[in-house]
C-alpha cells in the first residue's frame, strides 16, 4: 500500500483487529461464533479443517461460498481496488436488519445472541466500525482530491459506489437459486448461445405466425419480423438477435434468469408455458444467467463514461497490473528511485548513521512488517493463544495502543501521536534528507534486497512457514533495539526512540508467547532458531561498513 494511504488504510485495518477482538481471545468475533455454532452442534470440526466440508454438516449452500470468494478474491489486490474494497466495507459494516433479528429470535430458542448483540452495537455510526468506514471513504476521497484534483475525485467515488453495490448484490443476490454456476464452469457463453440459437432454428416455423398479433419488439424490429424463417437463416441476422435479445429488458436481464420475463413466460402460468421443453428451457436459463458473468464493459463505463473498457484492456494488457489503476509511477517517482540507489552508504545529512548501512538496513526494516501480515487471511485461523499474540504483534508494529478491554473505535485516530515500524522508517528516511519512496515496491526498486525478496515469499505462505516467520521477526527486535540506542542519535527524534523502545517491548512479549504455544519437539520449533539465524546474519550487514 502506497505510504500515503497508510493513515486511511489504518481505520480500515482497526475495524479488522477489533473484529479479531484486538488479539484477546473472549473478545475475538470468530471465537465468539463459533462458540455459538457449537451450542446446537457440538461436534462441529474446525471451520479451517477439510472435515467441515462433510455432508453431515450441510454446509453445501453455494450462494455463502460465493460470497466468500468474492471478498478474497478482491482483497488480493489492495492496491488496484482500493476505493471498491472501501465501498465494500462501508456496505458490510453498515447495521443489517437480519443482525437484529438474530439478536432477538435466538433467545426466543434459547441460544447464546451476543454475536448478533455485539454487532448492532459495535457497528454503530457514531464511533463503532461504520463510522469507520465512513470516515476511511471520506478521508480516501478527499486524498484523491487534494493530490489528483477532482476529476479523479469523482472517479475513485464512483468506484466506491461499485464496491458497496458489490457488497449489497451479495446479500440480495444470495437469495436467488445459485445452482446453475457449477454448470457454467462446463459451457462457455459462445456454447451456451450456440444452443440457444439451435433451439430458437427449431422452433421457427411452429411459431412464426403466432406471434403477428404481438407488438413486442426486440431492438429495433417486432418479434414477429425476428422470427421470419428465411430471414433467420442468415448468420449476420441470428448475432443481431442474440445480441438484441440479450439486452431487452424486462424480457432478459442478464445474468438473472429469475427476474427476467420471458423465463416468466416459458413456465407455468406464462403464456408459452410448453412450448420449450425441460431439458431446452434448462439450456435457455443457463445462458440468461451467463450474460451477468463478465462485467467489466458496465464497470469501466460507470467509472470512467469517457474510456472505452476495450481501449483500457489493450493499453494495460503488457503492463504491470497496478497501472490499471492508475497507481502508476510517476516521472518524480522514478527520479526519486534514482537519487536513492546513487547515495552511497555512510553519506548522509550530518553522517547520522556512521554505524549503520542504510542501502542495507532500509529494505529489511520496511519488509520487516510483511512477514505476518498474511498470517491473518483466515481469521478463522486466529482464535487461539498463538493466533492472538500474532494479532497483539501486529497491532504494536502498526502503531495501534496498549489494548484494552473496551475497544478505541474512533478516539483511536487521535491518541495516537506517533505512528509504528512504517512511520519510524520514513522518519529515517527524512533525517537523512533523502527523496520518500512511494511505498514498498518504489523502496526497494531503489534499494534492491535479495533478502528482503526471500522474506515477501516466505511469508506469502504463512502457514507453511510460520516457525520461520516467527524466527526472522524475533531476530528483527534486534535491528529495532540498533536503531533506538544512544549510539544512533539522530536517525529518530528522542520521542520516537522512546516510542519504539516501547513497542519493541510489546513485540518481543507476543512472540515469547507464539513460542511457547509451540510444542516442544514441533518443525515449527527447529524452523524458529533457523528463521532467527537468517535474520540475524543479514542484519549484521547493516552495521558497520558492510556494502
Not at 460470497?67 to 465501498?87: C, D, K, Y
Not at 471520506?138 to 489528483?148: G, L, N, Q, R, V
Not at 556512521?354 to 526494516?365: D, E, K, Q, R
Request: aromatic fraction near 10%; include cysteine; charge should be negative.
Amino acid at each position: 500500500m502506497p505510504f500515503a494511504l497508510r493513515q486511511i488504510v489504518k481505520q480500515t485495518w482497526q475495524v479488522f483487529t477489533e473484529e479479531l477482538g484486538n488479539g484477546n481471545r473472549d473478545q475475538h468475533h470468530v471465537k465468539i461464533f463459533e462458540d455459538l455454532l457449537s451450542e446446537f452442534e457440538p461436534d462441529l470440526p474446525s471451520p479451517i479443517t477439510k472435515a467441515i466440508l462433510h455432508p453431515r454438516y450441510r454446509l453445501g449452500s453455494l450462494k455463502y461460498w460465493r460470497a466468500a470468494v468474492a471478498q478474497l478474491l478482491v482483497s488480493l489486490f489492495p492496491r488496484e481496488f482500493l476505493p471498491e474494497i472501501l465501498g465494500f466495507n462501508l456496505h458490510f459494516e453498515a447495521l443489517q436488519l437480519d443482525t437484529m433479528q438474530a439478536s432477538k429470535e435466538l433467545p426466543e430458542v434459547c441460544l447464546n445472541a451476543y454475536y448478533f448483540l455485539l454487532h448492532v452495537s459495535i457497528d454503530n455510526s457514531h464511533s463503532g466500525h461504520a463510522a469507520m468506514a465512513m470516515a476511511s471513504v471520506t478521508d480516501y476521497i478527499e486524498h484523491i482530491t487534494e493530490t489528483e484534483g477532482e476529476v479523479a475525485a469523482e472517479t475513485a467515488w464512483k468506484r466506491v459506489q461499485a464496491g458497496y453495490v458489490f457488497s449489497e448484490w451479495q446479500i440480495q443476490k444470495g437469495n436467488q437459486a445459485t445452482n446453475i454456476l457449477a454448470q457454467l464452469n462446463d459451457e462457455s457463453p459462445d456454447q451456451l448461445e450456440s444452443k440457444v440459437l439451435a433451439i430458437f432454428s427449431s422452433k421457427i416455423q411452429a411459431s412464426h405466425r403466432l406471434h403477428c398479433g404481438s407488438r413486442v419488439k426486440i431492438g429495433e424490429r417486432l418479434l414477429t419480423d425476428w422470427l421470419d424463417p428465411e430471414a433467420f437463416l442468415g448468420e449476420e441476422w441470428q448475432r443481431k438477435f442474440m445480441r438484441s435479445l440479450s439486452t431487452c429488458q424486462p424480457w432478459i436481464y442478464p445474468g438473472d434468469s429469475q427476474k427476467s420475463k420471458l423465463v416468466q413466460e416459458f413456465r407455468w402460468g406464462g403464456r408459452m408455458y410448453g412450448s420449450l421443453t425441460k431439458s431446452e428451457l434448462d439450456i435457455f436459463e443457463l445462458w440468461v444467467n451467463s450474460l451477468g458473468h463478465d462485467q467489466n464493459p458496465f464497470y469501466h463505463s460507470f467509472i470512467n463514461p469517457s474510456m472505452d473498457s476495450q481501449d483500457q484492456v489493450s493499453k494495460t494488457s503488457d503492463t504491470d497490473k497496478s497501472v490499471i489503476i492508475a497507481l502508476t509511477v510517476s516521472e518524480k517517482n522514478i527520479e526519486t528511485a534514482i537519487l536513492l540507489s546513487q547515495v552511497p552508504s555512510g553519506k548522509y545529512s550530518g553522517d547520522l548513521t556512521a554505524n549503520l548501512n542504510l542501502p542495507s538496513m532500509l529494505p529489511l526494516w520496511f519488509t520487516q512488517c510483511c512477514l505476518l501480515e498474511s498470517f491473518l487471511y483466515a481469521p478463522g485461523r486466529t482464535t487461539d493463544n498463538l493466533g492472538c499474540a500474532v494479532v497483539r504483534f501486529l497491532r504494536a508494529q502498526s502503531g495501534f495502543e496498549t489494548e484494552d478491554s473496551v475497544v478505541t473505535g474512533t478516539d483511536e485516530p487521535h491518541t495516537t501521536e506517533n505512528g509504528g515500524i512504517i512511520e519510524f522508517g520514513l522518519e529515517m528516511i527524512r533525517a537523512a534528507s533523502l527523496p520518500i519512496p512511494q511505498g514498498l515496491h518504489g523502496l526497494l526498486s531503489a534499494w534492491p534486497s535479495e533478502f528482503a525478496t526471500t522474506m515477501l515469499e516466505l511469508a506469502s505462505s504463512p502457514i507453511q512457514n510460520l516457525g520461520t516467520l516467527l524466527g526472522m521477526a524475533m531476530a528483527f527486535l534486534e535491528l529495532q533495539e540498533m536503531v533506538s540506542e544512544s549510539s544512533n542519535y539522530g536517525l529518530l527524534s528522542p520521542k520516537s526512540s522512546e516510542r519504539l523502545a516501547s513497542l519493541i517491548r510489546r513485540q518481543y512479549e507476543c512472540l515469547q508467547v507464539c513460542l511457547e504455544e509451540i510444542p516442544i519437539g514441533d518443525a515449527r520449533r527447529v524452523a524458529f532458531h533457523r528463521g532467527y539465524d537468517m535474520a540475524k546474519a543479514e542484519i549484521s550487514k547493516c552495521s558497520g561498513s558492510a556494502p
